[in-house]
């Protein structure tokens, strides 16, 4: 069964970066899409970026594009998301989410297409 652990999260200044991974164990990540998440309190999960398996293909929610990028390395068996230019805003419990197969581009940063979650990390950017 496919488990996914999240890691890199933590305390930034305004304009700086973080990676975050997304581990799995049980299974090949090569067979999955990967997306990632994020939820501020109060406010809805968000669906910020996902990586296709079978060519990667990636999208990205238009509050992250050009400075986000995702990335899979499959030897790690680890999807990556890459955060530059961080924002107050940015700051939320970012989780990564699997669903075996191809999705979709329309339903690929969608939280009810993905059925393994990983328990969050969490990225505040502050001064």
């Known amino acids: 069964q496919l488990q996914l652990v999240e890691s890199g999260g933590g305390l930034v200044q305004p304009g700086g970066s973080l990676r975050l991974s997304c581990a799995a164990a049980?299974?090949?990540?090569?067979?999955?899409?990967i997306g990632w998440f994020r939820q501020a309190p109060g406010k809805e999960r968000e669906g910020v970026s996902c990586?296709?398996?079978?060519?990667?293909?990636?999208s990205y929610a238009d509050s992250v594009k050009g400075r986000f990028t995702v990335s899979r390395d499959n030897a790690k068996n680890t999807v990556y998301l890459q955060m530059n230019s961080l924002k107050p805003e940015d700051s939320a419990v970012y989780y990564c989410?699997?669903?075996?197969?191809?999705?979709?581009?329309?339903?690929?940063?969608?939280?009810?297409?993905?059925?393994?979650w990983g328990q969050g990390t969490q990225v505040t950017v502050s001064s």
């Open positions: 989410a699997a669903r075996r197969g191809r999705i979709v581009t329309s339903l690929c940063r969608s939280a009810p297409t993905y059925d393994t």
């Open positions: 049980g299974s090949t990540l090569d067979y999955y899409t």
């Open positions: 990586i296709r398996t079978g060519g990667g293909a990636t």
